[in-house]
T-cell receptor, first 115, second 111 residues
Framework: GDSVTQTEGPVTVSESESLIINCTYS????????LFWYVRYPGEGLQLLLK?????QKGSSRGFEATYNKETTSFHLQKASVQESDSAVYYC????????????FGTGTRLQVLP | EAAVTQSPRNKVAVTGGKVTLSCNQT?????MYWYRQDTGHGLRLIHY???????EKGDIPDGYKASRPSQENFSLILELATPSQTSVYFC??????????FGPGTRLTVL
């Protein structure tokens, strides 16, 4: 079935450093699934960070960027300069999955940003 | 104002007891989902629904039932709760792009 693999956490970086969280996907049921990054801040629920529904396009939000790369089946999340407030758990996801209305999530990457 | 709400927010249950988790959405989305989140497993899909009256098994449906009596409401039912079902449960509605709109979560502890 369809799947998402992302960087295992925890990832620890210092404030103002750059960040990349890798995400690769396998989509056997649909050629161009929609791709998403969600974030869960401490004490809060999950919320959408960014999404891209067209291969080759880039999404951006709150200084984060991710490019939908069909050739490498990747959707890596990047930020040039992280802040302590970016500390959270980040999830890569794709949908639809497996010829259904399901959405498949990666296992999540915990990011800790040191002051 | 919140578009997806869950109740209760916290629940302590006894082994063998029945637990019902409720979810309400005001997004008018056809698709709704129940996930559980555990450390090391990320989000795992339990049940989902295409619309009122429909329920579908997700990836880990054993021990859970679901009910979708209306467009707005989607419940998750644990008929005989077990300690292995201790987790944080998230409900979500999904739009036509499959973007998920999550509720705040329910922390369930089964003793």
């Amino acid at each position: 079935g369809d799947s998402v693999t992302q960087t295992e956490g925890p990832v620890t970086v210092s404030e103002s450093e750059s960040l990349i969280i890798n995400c690769t996907y396998s989509a056997t049921s649909i050629a161009y699934p929609n791709l998403f990054w969600y974030v869960r801040y401490p004490g809060e629920g999950l919320q959408l960070l960014l999404k891209v529904i067209t291969a080759g396009q880039k999404g951006s939000s709150r200084g984060f960027e991710a490019t939908y790369n069909k050739e490498t089946t990747s959707f890596h999340l990047q930020k040039a300069s992280v802040q302590e407030s970016d500390s959270a758990v980040y999830y890569c996801a794709l949908g639809p999955a497996s010829n259904t209305n399901k959405v498949v999530f990666g296992t999540g990457t915990r990011l800790q940003v040191l002051p | 104002e919140a578009a997806v709400t869950q109740s209760p927010r916290n629940k302590v249950a006894v082994t063998g007891g029945k637990v019902t988790l409720s979810c309400n959405q005001t997004n008018n989305h056809n698709n709704m989902y129940w996930y559980r989140q555990d450390t090391g497993h990320g989000l795992r899909l339990i049940h989902y629904s295409y619309g009122a009256g429909s329920t579908e098994k997700g990836d880990i449906p054993d021990g859970y039932k679901a009910s979708r009596p209306s467009q707005e409401n989607f419940s998750l039912i644990l008929e005989l709760a077990t300690p292995s079902q201790t987790s944080v449960y998230f409900c979500a509605s999904g739009d036509l792009s499959y973007e998920q709109y999550f509720g705040p979560g329910t922390r369930l502890t089964v003793l």
